[in-house]
Structures are given as structure tokens and as C-alpha cells.
């Protein structure tokens, strides 16, 4: 079993940046897919960003250029550096773990954190 803790969420102006943490229980962190999702009131949840065991990354095309997201494997964290942030990123987000990167990007990882709230205002 993975327990993952987010932290680093809260309010922010627009223009201004947060460091996401996400840490992870287990010693299986090396091994595993990491994601960002979030969901916004009334919206359904969505895709950020992700980072492979072997580095590979993908972002939605909402964030790429803004956002960056990083792991350090020996703290088994995962990180998700948002800058230029908008009213729109505006969401609880929430970190994700697998094994598979298909399961993980498509929004079905094996693990799931309780969320940290992330307040853009204008």
C-alpha cells in the first residue's frame, strides 16, 4: 500500500507561483508513474502533468511553459512547480501514483492523495 501526502496548496495572486509536494510511503517510489490531476468546482477532474520511472514527461497543453514537475527518488516526493499562475488554475490537486504510465496519464493510478487547494486570485 502507497500513501501519498500533498502539500503546498493555498492562496496566491495571479502572475505568482507554488511549489506542489507530493510525498510518497512505500519503497516502491522509484518504480512508479507520478501524476498531477485537478479539479476545479463544477469541472470534471483533469490531466496536468506526469513524470515517468525513467524521467519522461508530459504536461497538458493548459499548463506546458508554466508549470514543471520533478521527482527526487531518494525523498520519494514528487513535485509540481506552477509559475504565471491564472484564475483558472483554480482546483484541488491531486497526486496520483501506478505502475503503468497509460493507467496513470489517463487518470486510473493506483493511488490517489486526499488533494491540496490551490487559489489563484485576479
Known amino acids: 500500500q502507497v500513501q501519498l501526502i500533498e502539500s503546498g496548496g493555498g492562496l496566491v495572486q495571479a502572475g505568482g507561483s507554488v511549489r506542489l509536494s507530493c510525498a510518497a510511503s512505500g519503497r516502491s517510489f522509484i518504480t512508479y508513474t507520478m501524476g498531477w490531476f485537478r479539479q476545479a468546482p463544477g469541472k470534471e477532474r483533469e490531466f496536468v502533468a506526469a513524470i515517468h520511472s525513467g524521467g519522461g514527461i508530459v504536461y497538458a497543453d493548459s499548463v506546458k511553459g508554466r508549470f514543471t514537475i520533478s521527482r527526487d527518488n531518494v525523498k520519494s516526493t514528487v513535485y509540481l512547480q506552477m509559475n504565471s499562475l491564472k484564475p483558472e488554475d483554480t482546483a484541488v490537486y491531486y497526486c496520483?501514483?501506478?505502475?503503468?504510465?497509460?493507467?496513470?496519464?489517463?487518470?486510473?493510478?493506483?493511488?490517489w492523495g486526499q488533494g491540496t487547494q490551490v487559489t489563484v486570485s485576479s
Open positions: 496520483s501514483a501506478g505502475a503503468s504510465w497509460t493507467n496513470v496519464t489517463g487518470g486510473r493510478g493506483d493511488y
